[in-house]
């Protein structure tokens, strides 16, 4: 059986969260996109000693391992930043691609997680979420995650960061984040995390 989720949505909206939930409810095997341009991000920066420069970049993307993915410490606020200056360049994202559509169409469903999936890796994809929330709760979000880890930061500096991202992942010309005609909105703000999952899984198995 193929089936594919797609979950697209601003940084710290709860999508990651909503994904693993849901992969593991209907044992279907997840992807967190965004863990492949934080690798492609970090093993940029370091193989040009602190610079990413668009050609390398294409090149560490055509040919990312698995221990790269395990290698670094992907959740870190320079892998977040060098991620999304990594993914405004078209030949990194063709790069990921096949890997990605690959991994939608394998046997006993998949749920991905990303900011194009619904629109270019998967428009095809049985289920599309757009999950979001206000910038605030997001911010607060990410900031208690951060904290958790030990790392010293301020609420204030957590809010331009994932501000700055957004606009740079919404305003870029190759595969914008932006929501799919026939994606259905879970809108975090107000709505506690399980309450979505519930809502996706309701949805899934009504299409399933
Ligand atoms: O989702 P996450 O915050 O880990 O993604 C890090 C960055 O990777 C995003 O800010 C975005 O620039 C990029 N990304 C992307 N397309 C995806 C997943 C992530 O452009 N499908």
Redesign the pocket.
Same mark, same amino acid.
């Given at each position: 059986m193929q089936f594919t989720v797609a979950l697209d949505g601003p940084?710290a909206a709860g999508k990651g969260t909503i994904a693993r939930e849901l992969a593991k409810q209907f044992k279907f095997a997840h992807l967190d996109?965004?863990?492949l341009? +934080?690798a492609v991000g970090l093993k940029t920066l370091e193989q040009g000693h602190g610079i990413i420069d668009p050609a390398r970049a294409a090149a560490v993307a055509g040919k990312l391992q698995d221990h790269d993915i395990q290698r670094f410490d992907l959740r870190s606020a320079m892998a @977040?930043r060098a &991620? @999304?200056k990594v &993914?405004v360049l078209p030949e990194v994202r063709k790069a990921l691609l096949d890997f990605q559509r690959v991994f939608a169409k394998r046997e006993g469903g998949a749920v991905l997680d990303? +900011?194009?999936?619904g629109t270019v890796i998967c428009p095809d994809a049985e289920v599309k979420f757009y999950v979001t929330a206000s910038d605030e709760v997001r911010a607060m979000r990410r900031f208690k995650e951060l904290e958790k880890q030990g790392a010293e930061t301020s609420l204030e500096a957590v809010l331009m960061d994932l501000q700055i +991202?957004d606009a +740079?992942?919404s305003g870029r010309s190759t595969a914008p984040l932006t929501q799919a005609d026939d994606a259905v909105l879970l809108d975090t703000t107000d709505l506690s995390i399980d309450a979505a999952v519930e809502q996706a899984a309701m949805l899934i198995n009504k299409k399933m």
């Amino acid at each position: 059986m193929q089936f594919t989720v797609a979950l697209d949505g601003p940084a710290a909206a709860g999508k990651g969260t909503i994904a693993r939930e849901l992969a593991k409810q209907f044992k279907f095997a997840h992807l967190d996109t965004g863990m492949l341009y +934080r690798a492609v991000g970090l093993k940029t920066l370091e193989q040009g000693h602190g610079i990413i420069d668009p050609a390398r970049a294409a090149a560490v993307a055509g040919k990312l391992q698995d221990h790269d993915i395990q290698r670094f410490d992907l959740r870190s606020a320079m892998a @977040s930043r060098a &991620a @999304s200056k990594v &993914a405004v360049l078209p030949e990194v994202r063709k790069a990921l691609l096949d890997f990605q559509r690959v991994f939608a169409k394998r046997e006993g469903g998949a749920v991905l997680d990303g +900011r194009d999936i619904g629109t270019v890796i998967c428009p095809d994809a049985e289920v599309k979420f757009y999950v979001t929330a206000s910038d605030e709760v997001r911010a607060m979000r990410r900031f208690k995650e951060l904290e958790k880890q030990g790392a010293e930061t301020s609420l204030e500096a957590v809010l331009m960061d994932l501000q700055i +991202r957004d606009a +740079r992942d919404s305003g870029r010309s190759t595969a914008p984040l932006t929501q799919a005609d026939d994606a259905v909105l879970l809108d975090t703000t107000d709505l506690s995390i399980d309450a979505a999952v519930e809502q996706a899984a309701m949805l899934i198995n009504k299409k399933m």
